[in-house]
């Protein structure tokens, strides 16, 4: 493993000044990985206190979590974080110790790490110290905490979440004992504020193996999104479906890209389901109006969370849109780029390829239509197909010369839009400022612009 340089110079500075000086924790687990990439992250742990680290750096190391023992010492690799060795003191509330004491032994500071795979530590020779067997953990695929499950899910829950990230992320199960701990501890995530259980669990669905943690648990994520649960084992009652409306659900997730925005929607899309279930006299399944019991259900699901304003409106948008029919020619594919722009039109096609994806297999041949959308779309954004406002040849400039004043400008504005996106005027300025000067009050352009 190659600890990149300028972190040996801090792991140097402290051994020359007597200190012991390790690289741990998520840096080592992803050294040591198979096909793991090379860390970004390198945390370093020392037996030296704060006021000892300050004193080997000077005016490069800042106390940035002096509770915590953490001190930053800048670099021209950037910043790095060395943390005295300490001891977690009592647990409160599931959540944070009490107090933290320093210690100068660094196999006491790996002791209060969460797992096997987080608890290793590597140094300027090379040597590794894990106590926990955490190395081979890592190598057979293991999930394992550091000390007895349960009382370690208890002192701090947000544990729960994060091993079943490393899990998803690093494709690890956890051993009987901790997933046993993982499940009858779940509860205890209640108490964990809202913008951690984002933190870790975004950190999840963006995981390599996100549907399989999600398949393996999904009563942990009952606990804060409790309107997963109707989903489990509800059968869907149509041809169309060959899977429960979770699994449906999962194979979806598992069919789009590793990438949050696509990976949050894939797992809301159907969540309206079973709410909106009705049975026909043929005794079939339908789900009207389930795109909108998803979307509203998405979107208080994602406040709870205490998402972004802009991620959240990005994935109900989709939630609301999955279930349309994509657009298939010119002109309305330039319609769906207006309202929803390119990147979240790309989106949408990768949403939709993965829902039917979780159908059953005889109506995969809908990626068809969707190849075609995509192959449209590809060649009016290679035509610089206009879109938006700001492609259009006409700005509000030209119509104030033409007399349009307030509210009147974006109106005429985007009634010709509307015009240039159908294909009722070219995007050419003197067609444009042409058609505005026969028609004074662009009422029709108007009217369009509202659609
Ligand atoms: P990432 O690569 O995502 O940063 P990481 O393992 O470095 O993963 P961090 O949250 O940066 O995760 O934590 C650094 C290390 O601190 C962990 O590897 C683990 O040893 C320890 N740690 C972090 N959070 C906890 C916790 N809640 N309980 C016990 N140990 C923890
Ligand atoms: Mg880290």
């Not at 984002?198 to 669905?205: G, I, N, R």
């Amino acid at each position: 493993m190659d600890i990149p340089e300028n972190v040996r110079t801090v792991l140097g500075a402290l051994e020359a000044a007597g200190h012991e000086a390790w690289c741990v924790g998520g840096c080592v687990r992803d050294a040591l990985r198979d096909g793991g990439q090379r860390p970004e992250d390198w945390d370093v742990a020392s037996s030296a206190l704060p006021e000892e680290t300050m004193a080997v750096f000077g005016s490069r190391a800042e106390p940035t979590g002096l509770k915590h023992g953490t001190v930053t010492v800048k670099t021209e690799g950037g910043p790095v974080e060395i943390t005295t060795y300490r001891i977690d003191g009592a647990y409160r509330d599931h959540r944070r110790p009490e107090s933290v004491s320093f210690t100068r032994s660094i196999g006491e500071d790996l002791a209060r790490r969460d797992f096997t795979v987080n608890a290793m530590a590597w140094n300027l020779r090379g040597e590794l110290r894990d106590p926990f067997g955490g190395r081979e953990d890592l190598r057979r695929r293991i999930l394992r905490c550091v000390g007895d499950p349960d009382r370690r899910f208890e002192e701090d829950a947000l544990r729960i979440l994060r091993g079943l990230r490393f899990s998803a992320a690093l494709g690890l199960s956890a051993e009987p004992g901790t997933a046993e701990a993982i499940r009858r501890n779940r509860e205890g995530l209640g108490d964990i504020a809202p913008e951690r259980i984002q933190s870790e669990f975004f950190k999840l669905l963006s995981g390599t193996w996100a549907a399989e943690v999600l398949r393996e648990y999904p009563e942990v994520f009952g606990v804060f999104w409790p309107e997963l649960l109707p989903m489990v084992g509800f059968g869907q009652r149509n041809r169309h479906h060959c899977y429960d409306v979770w699994e449906h659900t999962l194979h979806a997730l598992a069919a789009v890209p590793e990438d949050l925005t696509l990976r949050c929607t894939m797992l809301l899309h159907d969540v309206g389901k079973p709410a909106s279930f009705t049975l026909d006299e043929h005794g079939v399944g339908h789900f009207y109006g389930h795109p909108a019991a998803s979307r509203r259900l998405a979107d208080e699901m994602l406040r709870r969370l205490r998402c972004k304003t802009d991620f959240r409106e990005t994935v109900v948008r989709l939630v609301e849109w999955h279930d349309k029919n994509i657009p298939r020619t010119d002109k309305a594919i330039r319609r769906a780029l207006r309202i929803l722009g390119e990147q979240d039109l790309r989106r949408l096609i990768l949403v939709k390829r993965a829902d039917n994806l979780g159908q059953a297999p005889e109506y995969w041949d809908r990626q068809k239509e969707l190849d075609k959308a995509e192959e449209i779309l590809e060649r009016l954004l290679a035509e610089d197909a206009c879109f938006s406002l700001k492609q259009l040849a006409v700005k509000g400039g030209d119509l104030l010369a033409l007399g349009f004043s307030g509210p009147a400008v974006g109106e005429a504005l985007n009634g010709l839009l509307g015009k240039v996106v159908d294909g009722a005027l070219p995007n050419r300025r003197e067609a444009l400022l042409a058609y505005l000067q026969n028609e004074p009050l662009a009422e029709g352009a108007a009217k369009d612009g509202r659609e």
